[in-house]
């Protein structure tokens, strides 16, 4: 599967503890970043991130071009919500997206933990029957 990994600045240490804690789940699967989050990741478990613009140069746009594409198949995205964004509107693109094209998409920890055992049950493999339909 592919997995996109964003995070706010403030929420990147929780996101390279909670990639650290699932590592095992992650490494089984193609990992992809915005700039900074994902040089945070491969710092800190040496997990191969492909690493995309950072986020306010664009690396929201491209992770949703790749969703618009049917190439992501769950988003992991540790918003700050008290903190403004200069690039607000591409933030909420990306997310609007994700509903679009039903992506699996988790905002916050919470949630995050119950997408990555759902992955490791297996309860995303539909994903894969949706992309080899649209092949
Ligand atoms: O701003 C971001 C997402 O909106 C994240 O970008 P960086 O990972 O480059 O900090």
Redesign the pocket.
């Known amino acids: 599967m592919n997995i996109a990994l964003?995070?706010?600045?403030r929420k990147?240490d929780d996101l390279v503890q909670f990639v650290t804690a699932y590592c095992y789940i992650f490494e089984k699967h193609s990992l992809f970043?915005?700039?900074?989050?994902?040089?945070?990741i491969i710092e800190a478990t040496g997990l191969q991130v492909h690493r995309f613009?950072?986020?306010?140069?664009g690396?929201?746009q491209e992770i949703g071009a790749r969703i618009a594409k049917n190439e992501m198949d769950i988003v992991i995205?540790f918003?700050d919500p008290l903190t403004a964004?200069p690039?607000e509107p591409?933030?909420s693109a990306?997310i609007r997206l994700a509903d679009v094209y039903r992506v699996p998409i988790a905002t916050n920890m919470g949630t995050a933990e119950v997408l990555i055992r759902g992955l490791e049950r297996g309860d995303i493999d539909w994903r894969e029957v949706i992309k080899n339909m649209r092949q």
Do not use: E
């Open positions: 964003i995070a706010h600045d990147k970043a915005t700039g900074t989050t994902g040089q945070r613009q950072s986020g306010p140069l690396g929201d995205f918003r964004q690039h591409d933030v990306l």
